[in-house]
């Protein structure tokens, strides 16, 4: 009795610890209200609007400027954009096979030579984009293919059953219907799948164009890969021509946490027809963001989805397009959120939410509810570097929300007085130790030692030259990593500047061929590439600057491998975590400051240099087969060279 009142009362102080430091911050929040209200009603402050509107709009030609990295990085954003210009030339119509190329594809004798059933609703198609379209289909270089066009155009377009008509009279493989009305996008995909007669059924949209050669890359696939889902890389285009990309869209392999947040698969989807067995193809409670629903429902059946990385779907950007315009079509905003919303709730999860993210409305930041409230162990090496230590632990106990965690600080060789005096201030807070690793420094090894003194369920891996930025940082990344499908959480690591330091892991990046940080060194405003700095996505590896992952699962990894004594340890631990089947996550919504290399100097010059070298040496003949095959979450066609996503030019 006497135990369960201690703990009864120890509860009743936390809560009410919390709701004084939410009380305080609610005052805090009031007090600058009124401040900002009493300012916009001075008079002063409404004359001079002009002069401000012009001061603020020079601040923020001065700060991108400043964001891009000032003069320098100006530069390299023109020199981003004239790589990227000589790298469009190697796609396109130069990319379309010439005709040896097309007689060796057209010749190829595959064991499987499936029917594919290209699926497209029409709807008051323009002439010119229905020829095109048309075109395309009947200029792949794989004959074994079925048009099925369903019409639901008015009567101020007959054209178009004039000329799909005179299409299907020419060629057997083509097949059309006039729909007795317009049934909207879901209603006329539906009708055109019920022509389909193939046993893999393929989405193309009435206004946009197909590579020669992408039903030849698409049945490569299924007959070496068995692939039941099938997507390749696309481009938005204008003018009419192909050659004039705005966007060239390079997309990862398969990955549900992208996905879910974004639909980046898009076109040009291609699937085994079994997978529709009990399900519909589009739902139009969904319309407007029906491709997304019915991705996300047939991924989850689907037992090998497959990606082609090249550039073989051009989607045209018209007025009125989705391409051109999100805005458009701005239902298709809610359908997506209820598509997500759809899968989630078929996945069991509860209690989420949905929202736009800064990069577009379509690109979404899913909120999870926390299942339990699991006990987690901060685990900070540290040797002397006090005011490092200090900042990184004064951040925590002033700014986390999250209040059943503890600090565990794993001492190792300190010979300053200071530091001792400063442990000796930590013994005043319950939730922090400090433990004491005897033995040369390894970083493998002391961080090992940690978690071994840990009592949480739940472990982060923290560098002591972190500060903590976000409140919620500790449950940013554990409503992911509770996961059981999860094995490491890793967070967006900002330099005081406010520069990228870390979002995310590629393995092969950089000039050790070993691993690198993406979008390194970008502005805190950046969207990353298509938008990939603001949503939680799936990566090969996290940095352990910050890294979360289950007790459990890293004492039955046997922790990080000490032969990487200072550098790769993280990248080997999250490896051998996808070897495991799990998948290890970024996310950009949990922020730290990362004053990177304070405790141990730069790699670049000297012993570490030295030291650098042989641990990448060991890395790369570990991980060789993992490296030639390139990172799953990296496309193929971006440059290994650069961390901001150029394109390779070949």
Same mark, same amino acid.
């Given at each position: 009795m006497?135990?369960?009142?201690?703990?009864?009362?120890?509860?009743?102080a936390?809560?009410i610890?919390?709701? +004084?430091?939410?009380?305080?911050?609610?005052?805090e929040?009031?007090?600058l209200?009124?401040?900002?209200?009493?300012?916009h009603?001075?008079?002063?402050?409404?004359?001079?609007?002009?002069?401000?509107d012009?001061?603020l709009?020079?601040?923020k030609?001065?700060?991108r400027?400043?964001?891009?990295?000032?003069?320098?990085?100006?530069?390299?954003?023109i020199?981003?954009?004239?790589r990227?210009?000589k790298?469009?030339?190697?796609?396109?119509?130069?990319?379309?096979?010439?005709?040896?190329?097309?007689?060796m594809?057209?010749?190829?004798?595959f064991?499987?030579r499936?029917?594919?059933?290209?699926?497209?609703?029409?709807y008051?198609?323009?002439?010119?984009?229905?020829?095109?379209?048309?075109?395309?289909?009947?200029?792949q270089?794989?004959?074994?293919?079925?048009?099925c066009?369903?019409?639901?155009?008015?009567?101020?377009?007959?054209y178009?059953?004039?000329?799909?008509?005179?299409?299907?009279? !020419?060629?057997s493989?083509?097949?059309?219907?006039?729909?007795?009305?317009?049934?909207?996008?879901?209603?006329?995909t539906?009708?055109?799948?019920?022509l389909a007669?193939?046993?893999?059924i393929?989405?193309f949209?009435?206004?946009?164009?197909l590579?020669?050669s992408?039903?030849?890359e698409?049945?490569?696939?299924?007959?070496?890969k068995?692939?039941?889902?099938?997507?390749?890389?696309?481009?938005t285009?204008?003018k009419?021509?192909?050659?004039?990309?705005?966007?060239?869209?390079?997309?990862?392999?398969?990955?549900?946490?992208?996905?879910?947040?974004?639909?980046?698969?898009c076109?040009?989807?291609?699937?085994?027809?079994k997978?529709?067995?009990?399900?519909e193809?589009?739902?139009?409670?969904f319309?407007?963001?029906?491709?997304h629903?019915?991705?996300?429902?047939?991924t989850?059946?689907a037992?090998?989805?497959?990606?082609v990385?090249?550039?073989?779907?051009?989607?045209?950007?018209?007025?009125g397009?989705?391409?051109?315009?999100?805005n !458009?079509?701005?239902?298709?905003?809610?359908?997506?959120?209820?598509?997500?919303?759809?899968h989630?709730?078929?996945?069991g999860?509860?209690?989420?939410?949905?929202?736009?993210t800064?990069?577009? +409305?379509?690109?979404f930041?899913i909120?999870?509810?926390l299942?339990?409230h699991?006990?987690?162990s901060?685990?900070?090496?540290?040797?002397?570097?006090?005011?490092?230590?200090?900042?990184?632990i004064?951040?925590?106990?002033?700014?986390?929300?999250?209040?059943?965690?503890?600090?565990?600080?794993?001492?190792?060789?300190?010979?300053?007085?200071?530091?001792e005096?400063?442990?000796?201030?930590?013994?005043?807070?319950s939730?922090?130790r400090?433990v004491?690793y005897v033995?040369?420094?390894?970083?493998?090894?002391?961080?090992?030692?940690?978690?071994?003194?840990?009592?949480?369920q739940?472990?982060i891996?923290?560098n002591?030259?972190?500060?903590?930025?976000t409140?919620?940082?500790i449950?940013?990344?554990?409503?992911?990593?509770?996961?059981k499908?999860?094995? =490491?959480?890793?967070?967006?690591?900002?330099?005081?500047?406010?520069t990228?330091q870390?979002?995310?892991?590629?393995?092969?990046?950089?000039?050790?061929?070993? =691993?690198?940080h993406?979008?390194y060194?970008?502005?805190?405003?950046?969207?990353?590439?298509?938008?990939?700095?603001c949503?939680?996505?799936?990566?090969?590896?996290v940095?352990?600057?910050?890294?979360?992952?289950?007790?459990?699962?890293?004492?039955?990894?046997?922790?990080?491998d000490?032969?990487f004594?200072?550098?790769?340890n993280?990248?080997?631990?999250?490896?051998?975590?996808?070897?495991?089947?799990?998948?290890n996550?970024?996310?950009?919504?949990?922020?730290?400051?990362?004053?990177?290399?304070?405790?141990?100097g730069?790699?670049l010059n000297?012993?570490?240099?030295d030291?650098?070298?042989?641990?990448?040496?060991?890395?790369?003949?570990k991980?060789?087969?993992?490296?030639?095959?390139?990172?799953?979450?990296?496309?193929?066609?971006f440059?290994l060279?650069?961390?901001?996503?150029?394109v390779?030019?070949c």
């Amino acid at each position: 009795m006497d135990n369960y009142k201690e703990l009864y009362e120890k509860e009743k102080a936390k809560n009410i610890e919390y709701i +004084e430091k939410l009380a305080r911050l609610e005052e805090e929040k009031n007090m600058l209200a009124f401040r900002l209200d009493r300012i916009h009603n001075n008079p002063i402050w409404k004359v001079t609007r002009p002069v401000r509107d012009m001061m603020l709009k020079s601040s923020k030609l001065i700060r991108r400027i400043r964001n891009l990295g000032g003069p320098r990085g100006v530069m390299s954003k023109i020199l981003y954009k004239i790589r990227e210009a000589k790298a469009k030339k190697n796609y396109g119509t130069k990319s379309f096979p010439d005709a040896a190329r097309r007689k060796m594809e057209e010749n190829c004798e595959f064991k499987d030579r499936p029917l594919i059933s290209i699926l497209v609703p029409l709807y008051n198609t323009p002439k010119n984009f229905l020829k095109e379209m048309i075109d395309s289909v009947r200029w792949q270089t794989y004959d074994n293919w079925q048009l099925c066009l369903a019409d639901g155009s008015d009567e101020s377009h007959a054209y178009v059953e004039e000329y799909c008509l005179k299409e299907s009279e !020419a060629d057997s493989r083509i097949t059309y219907k006039k729909l007795e009305r317009n049934e909207g996008i879901s209603g006329n995909t539906n009708r055109c799948f019920e022509l389909a007669k193939g046993e893999y059924i393929a989405l193309f949209d009435h206004d946009d164009i197909l590579h020669p050669s992408v039903l030849f890359e698409y049945v490569k696939v299924i007959n070496e890969k068995h692939a039941d889902y099938i997507y390749c890389d696309e481009t938005t285009f204008h003018k009419g021509s192909v050659d004039k990309m705005i966007t060239m869209h390079f997309k990862p392999d398969y990955a549900i946490d992208n996905l879910r947040a974004n639909n980046y698969i898009c076109h040009f989807s291609c699937f085994d027809r079994k997978l529709l067995e009990g399900e519909e193809l589009f739902r139009s409670k969904f319309d407007g963001s029906q491709d997304h629903d019915m991705i996300l429902r047939l991924t989850d059946k689907a037992k090998n989805i497959v990606h082609v990385p090249k550039l073989m779907y051009y989607w045209r950007s018209h007025a009125g397009s989705v391409a051109s315009d999100i805005n !458009a079509k701005s239902y298709a905003i809610e359908a997506a959120k209820g598509a997500v919303a759809d899968h989630l709730t078929r996945h069991g999860y509860k209690n989420f939410s949905i929202e736009s993210t800064r990069a577009f +409305e379509t690109i979404f930041r899913i909120k999870y509810e926390l299942m339990s409230h699991p006990r987690v162990s901060v685990i900070i090496p540290n040797r002397d570097h006090v005011e490092d230590l200090r900042r990184c632990i004064s951040s925590i106990l002033e700014k986390t929300t999250y209040d059943n965690y503890e600090i565990v600080v794993v001492e190792n060789n300190s010979v300053s007085v200071d530091i001792e005096d400063y442990y000796k201030e930590l013994k005043r807070y319950s939730n922090v130790r400090v433990v004491r690793y005897v033995g040369e420094f390894n970083y493998s090894r002391v961080n090992n030692y940690g978690v071994e003194c840990a009592d949480g369920q739940f472990i982060i891996l923290l560098n002591n030259d972190t500060e903590v930025i976000t409140v919620n940082w500790i449950e940013e990344m554990l409503m992911y990593c509770q996961r059981k499908d999860v094995g =490491a959480v890793g967070v967006k690591l900002l330099y005081p500047d406010k520069t990228i330091q870390h979002a995310g892991v590629v393995i092969g990046l950089g000039a050790h061929r070993t =691993a690198g940080h993406t979008h390194y060194g970008k502005s805190y405003e950046n969207l990353g590439y298509m938008g990939r700095l603001c949503y939680a996505q799936d990566v090969s590896a996290v940095t352990g600057a910050c890294l979360m992952v289950k007790k459990h699962t890293f004492v039955e990894m046997g922790g990080l491998d000490d032969h990487f004594a200072v550098s790769l340890n993280d990248v080997d631990f999250c490896l051998r975590l996808r070897k495991m089947g799990l998948l290890n996550v970024f996310t950009p919504f949990a922020e730290l400051y990362h004053y990177e290399s304070a405790s141990r100097g730069s790699d670049l010059n000297g012993e570490n240099a030295d030291r650098y070298n042989k641990e990448s040496e060991l890395f790369r003949e570990k991980w060789g087969e993992v490296l030639e095959k390139g990172d799953p979450y990296y496309n193929p066609n971006f440059s290994l060279d650069r961390s901001d996503y150029s394109v390779r030019i070949c």
